[in-house]
């Protein structure tokens, strides 16, 4: 939910619209203090999307692995090696995508809410309660912009890790497994260090933090 406050807005502009909004006379209606607007949910059309480019990643990861199924596979002796490749996969991919992400959803988002803001707030002391809804609206979308961005990047950058986890030949459960395991064929376990990665460096160093608490 998006939430927007006249204080908000006056503070934007400093001390200007304070010192020219007169103070209400006791007859006249109150001055709007804020205004809410719902966000809307991110469609299931946008999740099974995201799905789709990652069902994409992981069917050219098993042609991969058809065309070339001896390939090596990365097994470092010591574990930990793993989980730091892993943050550095995870980094990559992020810096890999930032190029492409000003594709995604949202710009034009912001941009409304910027708009919506200047004109409220050049409002001074005539600002109506319809102008804090506009606001409101603006920011609501823009929230629900950078959710569909977000879904969306996390299946893109799921679907590059995991083609490149089958290209390079690392594998997160065959790296921390004992020589020889082969419970989970490399192209499923492609998209397993796909879905690590496409969570970003953040989530992966969380996990890394915990494995060595663990330890």
Not at 19 to 26: D, G, H, N
Not at 88 to 97: D, H, P, T
Request: charged letters at 10%; a neutral charge; hydrophobic letters at 55%.
């Amino acid at each position: 939910m998006a939430l927007v406050s006249r204080a908000t807005l006056e503070s934007l502009a400093g001390s200007l619209i304070a010192a020219a909004a007169p103070a209400p006379a006791p007859t006249e209606e109150a001055a709007p203090q804020a205004a809410a607007v719902p966000t809307p949910p991110v469609g299931g059309l946008i999740v099974l999307g995201s799905f789709g480019i990652v069902g994409a990643g992981l069917v050219v990861s098993w042609l991969l692995w058809t065309v070339n199924g001896s390939a090596a596979v990365i097994r470092p002796s010591d574990t930990s090696t793993v989980f730091a490749g892993l943050l550095v996969f995870a980094a990559a991919v992020e810096r890999l995508l930032e190029p492409f992400a000003r594709w995604m959803p949202g710009r034009a988002a912001r941009a409304a809410v910027e708009r919506a803001r200047a004109y409220a707030v050049n409002q001074a002391g005539q600002l109506s309660h319809q102008d804090l809804v506009a606001v409101a609206e603006a920011e609501a979308l823009a929230a629900r912009s950078q959710a569909v961005r977000t879904v969306l990047l996390w299946g893109v950058a799921t679907a590059v890790a995991t083609v490149i986890s089958s290209l390079c030949g690392f594998y997160v459960l065959h790296g921390i497994a004992a020589a020889g395991w082969d419970a989970v064929p490399v192209w499923a376990d492609a998209l397993v260090t796909g879905v690590l990665v496409g969570s970003g460096t953040k989530p992966v160093h969380d996990l890394i933090t915990r494995a060595q608490v663990k330890a």
